[in-house]
């Protein structure tokens, strides 16, 4: 059974930064695109960032050129550094695992939560004015 834990989260001001770190229990980390999400109250959940197994990755426009997502394979760890902070960024951030391994013969999309099967409790961060 996979689990994944997130830490990083709290209060920081407008501009200010955060990392947020996922770690995940399982032998076959390495296999599979790790991606991060978040849930604003009264909104849906929207993708953020996620990164394959070979290393691409992808951003949601709100996010590209402020946030970065990189993993450690050999400490099971997925982070997310996130500079330049504004209050919209205000949300639960959610760490999950895709459904299938990056190996698979068919293409699924990184950017949907419907494609991940394993999630964190989720970390909260707050950017005030």
């Known amino acids: 059974q996979v689990q994944l834990v997130e830490s990083g989260g709290g209060l920081v001001q407008a501009g200010g930064s955060l990392r947020l770190s996922c770690a995940a229990s399982?032998?076959?980390?390495?296999?599979?695109?790790m991606g991060w999400f978040r849930q604003a109250p009264g909104k849906e959940r929207e993708f953020v960032a996620a990164?394959?197994?070979?290393?691409?990755?992808y951003y949601a426009e709100s996010v590209k050129g402020r946030f970065t997502i990189s993993r450690d394979n050999a400490k099971n760890t997925v982070y997310l550094q996130m500079n330049r902070l504004k209050p919209e960024d205000t949300a639960v951030y959610y760490c999950?695992?895709?459904?299938?391994?990056?190996?698979?013969?068919?293409?699924?999309?990184?950017?949907?939560?419907?494609?991940?099967?394993?999630w964190g409790q989720g970390t909260q961060v707050t950017v005030s004015t």
């Open positions: 999950a695992r895709k459904r299938v391994p990056d190996s698979s013969m068919y293409y699924y999309s990184p950017l949907t939560p419907q494609e991940y099967n394993y």
């Open positions: 399982g032998r076959t980390f390495s296999s599979y695109t």
């Open positions: 990164i394959e197994n070979s290393g691409t990755t």
